[in-house]
């Protein structure tokens, strides 16, 4: 295409930002401060404490009899009033955003309640008690494929949801013929870009003409409105959804908030008013969304001197409980960039998706190629090692040539433009690899660990909507009929005081598109910027949109700019048609600066912009012949490179391709296993940049989540499938101290497939710092299997436990699990009490006592003489909720000693235990001894092992202080003590 | 304190961004809610509700203090100032919140209200901080957009412009 030709007078600038001014005095407007009805309720979410259960029964009765309530859902009520969600593949399975009779992950919706504020809907909640029966889960991947393994869809009778094979070139010639065979076995872990603002949606319904208009910080892409549309039942132009004009930021997480749009809808529908739901931070982290989680085994056909022949893919993605859209685009978004940045003419791959109880993944910054890379990085890397090659030259010599652009890729992308091997040489000359080198030579001399990692990633951006349907086979596709392009949108208008206003589809949540609008508009106009006003908020019942619409995949600077450049120039040249007529001159004279229209050849012949760009409005008469208007254009701008995906399965899965090149220096503490970056380079090609300020804000942002997700991030999850980080006390997001500034370098080879040249630069850090970190860690030890996040008691295991070579990952072992992969608590301690054995006994199995001394209890009730039944409230860290105990007692011995054994289950996860008390005579009265040990799971075990330890000691510790008081206070053997004495005595705990 | 009843709406009186202020809240009612819902000032944000993003800082008698981990009913007396109160009127940025667009020290702006007021109450308390005591105030915040550079870059240049203008008014 051709390029469009600009002043540069702006783009290519960093000006400041017109959003900041709002947003640095608190005059944002993100979704929970939008004005609503007054008559809006709240929706609170009832969630499924276990990772895989039956549901028994619902009872809602007491929770709607709860003042202020004024509506109860269950899984059966949104299904009667809902479908099923489109799944992506073909698959006898259903998607429901709210569990129906069973439960797959814990955090799953199971009930709805929308009551007068948040406070009333959260009591209610406690109020509804659910009768589950559980079931064996699995939470890893390759064991959900074992024969034996629970399986989570009865109707699909297996967890193996889909599985594609496919072939390009020869790869099984280029093994054949090949002096080596390397590999590799990757487990990618599960992490989330987790914005600081949650999900949130105001939904509301109108009977009378059975329309939803609903209002969500969702983020695109907008091909899931016709999702939405389909799950509730109506034509796409009864579902109006809006989003709001400020968003917390997203990094693809908010696609993920539609199955509430669906479920906010509904739950507005029934109670007969607008929902406002806003949703928590451990809801976010338990049930949002996250990436997949992969296992990798990539295996390559290498020559003697490092050049790859041929790569051999075997991906297993995980994708959690249900396969919701877009997914499995994670294991999709990359397919025509399987080579990466290399030149490798022969490609096999077998891609498997599979089901576990876990949450359903999503949209998450940099989707899919953190996965890809790290095995594809990892791999170059160790062919070096096993060949004695320097790791550098293996990557020059692999990389796709600088004269190859537009290069085809084996596995069918289109790679637009590129100079790979002088980014590379920059980087290391610029970033100055020889020192870092020297630096590296000198530490380890000094017997400190310190190692260098590179990784070279192409990043693609600007998705083709069509490469998803590669996961069909081509009959299938045939028979559906093709889908490929990426409509961008983007409107000018102008009004009758000629001012300009431009509207775009393309959903910011705080990426600075308003101002880079002005900035493109603005300059094609001869405007100064504040005089272009850009609105980014969309409403699906008004404004210009289509599938592609929204953010994600990196598209805005190369597709969306891009479109609102070509509507301007459109105006542009009408605009300057008009001004010929007035000024006397042919239009091609015409010229557009500091707010005016002019000939070129003689600048005093000028007019206003203002009247010019009015006179459509208030003379419409007065335009010359066939000018048309010039009161609004709106531009569908979608590249002709992508096309369907080919009756071989070749696919341009992206329009642009950028490339970067990272060096990274670790150190690593012998000590404590700390990883320390010390230094990090990123060179960055994302074509033509529009402004250097948010490109590099673009970088950092993306690097600091990438530093997270290689040394600290994880969504970890025990056997049993509980969620073990659940506050952001588990899960830990870098904060300043622990994110490095890396050095960004840029070298632009501009992009001929874009309006403005540039191509997209938000995900890249995502997919190459993990990789490259990894990569020098390995260095730094010696270690191959390099598993994510490097947390330093992972590397302690490597410094101190022998390497055994593994080529196999093993399975994710989160800490402190039990035998289910619960958490488990264990602990002893004891207490002395002013009493006897006798009255001690007599009040352990007294109702009345256990229910004075129990913490947090409302009622004991005694059963029988060997089993009580408490209800308790219980508070650990954020987590506060109401449980129902059994308790048991065996192995007595009057009055001795005694098992107390029991269970516990409440809406925030459950609990089983034994504890063994014994009473043993003492000077002042009795000793009490206890051991207990207990496993927990479901959202309690979230909260981590560091509140739960703890707040188990202080809760088994506050009962026996309960008890010593109760006991203390109730005469002998004391009675003859003084008071004094008796306080002194009432309570020392040892152990 | 007065004795309350847990199911009723208590009076609280305090001051906020210099200005008395007279609200109802039950006793469990948190600070940021009451900031949000019932008065309406939504600049300062919610990211957690469990204190560790720091996205609710607000100053409570000058000090920077956690909207989510107080209950409304704590402020009554108090002087509470939030993100609203920073700018010198509504046309015009302080210092701090200029030099945070100078410096592209926001991008999604949802952590930004609790930042400035965190270092807002340090460059009042220690007008000589630097680097070191920036980043460890900081540490106190999460920001997922920005990677924190330009976070502290924009500290630094409002605290070196604060010194200067205090050096010429000297
Ligand atoms: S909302 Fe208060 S610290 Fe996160
Ligand atoms: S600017 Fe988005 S979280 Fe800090």
Known sequence: MTRLKTAGALIGHTVERVEDA??????????????????????????????????RSIDTAAARALPGVFAVLTGDDVARLTRSMTVGVKANVECWPIARDRVRYVGEPVALVVAENRYVAEDALDLIEVDYETLPAVVDPEKALAEDAPVLHPSLGTNLINERSFRYGDPEAAFAAAAHRVSIRIAYPRNSCTPIETYGVIADYD???????????????????????????????????????????????????????????????????????????????????????????????????????????????????????????????MHGNMTGAYAIENVAIRNRVVLTNKTPTGLNRGFGGPQVYFALERLVHKIADELGLDRLAVIRRNLVPANAFPYRTATGGLLDSGDYQTAIDRACAEGGLQSLQQRRDAA?????????????????????????????????????????????????????????????????????????????????????????????????????????????????????????????????????????????????????????????????????????????????????????????????????????????????????????????????????????????????DCGRILHPGMVDGQVRGGFAQAVGAALYEEYAYGGDGSFLTGTLADYLIPTVMETPEPLILHHETPSPFTPLGAKGVGEGNCMSTPVSIANAVADALGVEDI????????????????????????????????????????????????????????????????????????????????????????????????YRADIRLSDMIAPEAVTLSGGTEGALGSGRGTGRVTLTETATGTRIDYRYEAAIGGKVASVGGRLLDGAARVVIGQFFQALARHAGGGGPPSAAAGLIQRIANVFRRRG | MPRMNAAQRHGIEFTLNGRKVRAEAENRMLLSDLLRHEIGLTGTHVGCEHGVCGACTV???????????????????????????????????????????????????????????????????????GREDIREHLSGHLCRCTGYATIVKAALAAAEEQRKEETTNA
């Open chain 2, 59 to 129: 100053q409570i008698d000058g000090k920077p203090a956690r909207a989510c981990l107080t209950l409304a009913q704590q402020v009554r007396g108090s002087d509470v100032r939030t993100v609203e109160a920073l700018a010198p009127d509504p046309a015009e940025l302080s210092p701090l919140q200029a030099a945070f667009r100078r410096h592209h020290g926001l991008q999604c702006g949802f952590c930004t209200p609790g930042i400035l007021m965190s270092l807002d109450a340090l460059l009042r308390e220690r007008p000589d901080a």
């Open chain 1, 787 to 882: 598993r994510l996040p490097l947390s330093p008691s992972r590397v302690s295991e490597w410094l101190y436990v022998e390497e055994r070579p593994s080529s196999k990952p093993q399975d994710v072992a989160p800490v402190a699990t039990g035998a289910s992969g619960e958490r488990l608590l264990t602990g002893a301690g004891s207490a002395d009490v002013v009493a006897t054995r006798e009255s001690v006994w007599t009040m352990l199995l007294d109702p009345n006592t256990l229910k004075a001394i129990i913490p947090g209890a409302h009622e004991v009730r005694k059963v029988s003489d060997t089993h009580f039944r408490a209800e308790v409230t219980l508070g650990i860290g954020p987590v506060k909720g109401r």
């Open chain 1, 444 to 684: 380890r001399a000094e017997g400190r660990l310190y190692g260098i990692g590179y990784a070279a990633v192409v990043e693609p951006s600007v998705s083709n909507m069509g490469y998803i349907t590669t996961v069909l086979t081509p009959e299938e596709r045939a028979k559906a009929g093709p889908k490929n392009g990426a409509q961008a949108v983007a409107t000018v208008a102008i009004d009758p005081l000629g001012s300009v206003t431009v509207k775009v589809a393309s959903v910011p949540q705080g990426q600075g598109h308003r101002t880079v609008l002005a900035q493109v508009v603005a300059e094609r106009l001869g405007l100064p910027l504040e005089a272009v006003r850009v609105n980014t908020e969309l409403d699906t019942a008004r404004d210009a949109w289509s599938i592609a619409s929204g953010n994600y995949a990196s598209r805005f600077a190369a597709a969306v700019a891009g479109a609102a450049a070509l509507a301007a120039d459109r105006i542009r040249d009408r605009l300057a048609a008009i001004a010929a007529a007035q000024l006397n001159v042919t239009a091609d004279r015409i010229d557009f600066g500091a707010g005016k229209l002019f000939d070129r050849d003689n600048s005093d012949n000028a007019i206003s912009f203002g009247r010019v760009a009015a006179a459509s409005h208030w003379a419409p008469g007065t335009l010359p012949d066939g000018t048309g208007q010039t009161i609004r254009e709106t531009v569908f701008w979608t590249p002709e490179q992508l096309e369907a995906p080919t009756a071989t399965d070749g696919i341009n899965s992206s329009l642009c391709h950028g490339f970067i090149f990272d060096i990274c220096g670790v150190e690593i503490d012998r000590a404590t296993g700390h990883v320390r970056i010390d230094r990090y380079v990123t060179m960055h």
């Open chain 1, 22 to 55: 709002g947003l640095l005095t608190g005059r944002g407007r993100y979704i929970d401060d939008l004005p609503v009805r007054r008559d809006t309720a709240h929706l609170a979410i009832l969630r499924s404490p276990h990772g895989h259960a039956e549901i």
């Open chain 1, 207 to 333: 009977p009378g003409e059975d329309a939803y208009d609903v209002t969500a910080n969702f983020q695109g892409p907008f091909s899931i409105h016709a999702v939405i549309s389909r799950a509730l039942n109506v034509p796409g132009n009864r579902m109006r959804l809006r989003t709001p004009p400020d968003s917390g930021g997203s990094f693809g997480i908010k696609q993920g908030v539609f199955p509430y749009v669906i479920l906010a809808a509904v739950a507005a529908r029934v109670a007969g008013r607008p929902v406002k739901w806003i949703e928590d931070r451990l809801e976010h982290l338990t049930a949002s969304v996250s990436a997949t989680n992969r296992v990798t085994t990539l295996e390559a056909a290498v020559a003697a001197d490092g050049r790859i022949a041929a790569l051999s893919w075997d991906q297993l993605e995980d994708c959690g409980a249900h396969l919701r859209a877009p997914e499995p685009a994670t294991l999709y978004r």
